[in-house]
């Protein structure tokens, strides 16, 4: 049974910082590229980050660019998402994703909520 399961999220102040965790179970994680997007209420759901299944590669949104960070360990079978100076705008539900060419597997969700 194919599962992603986020964790991490929260309630933080502006300028503060969360670390989001994906861990993933039942299928081959270490070849599946992996990605964060997030969707704020009322609007789409937007790709925030990516990285390849052996984590040479990375791209992120312009909107989080040297704010965010998305990493891997493969030997756990989890993928994670560094976010710091968070801003208001980041609040949004974030979820993970799994690819490899025509499977895809979403998590379930966790919410971040930036606010003082």
């Known amino acids: 049974q194919v599962q992603l399961v986020e964790s991490g999220g929260g309630l933080v102040q502006p300028g503060g910082s969360l670390r989001l965790s994906c861990a993933a179970s039942g299928f081959t994680f270490s070849i599946y590229g992996m990605r964060w997007y997030r969707q704020a209420p009322g609007k789409e759901r937007d790709l925030v980050a990516s990285?390849?299944?052996?984590?040479?590669?990375?791209n992120y949104a312009d909107s989080v660019k040297g704010r965010f960070t998305i990493s891997r360990d493969n030997a756990k079978n989890t993928v994670y998402l560094q976010m710091n100076s968070l801003k208001p705008e980041d609040t949004a539900v974030y979820y993970c994703?799994?690819?490899?060419?025509?499977?895809?597997?979403w998590g379930q969700g966790t919410q971040v909520t930036v606010s003082s």
């Open positions: 994703n799994a690819y490899y060419y025509v499977r895809n597997y």
């Open positions: 990285i390849t299944s052996a984590g040479s590669s990375t």
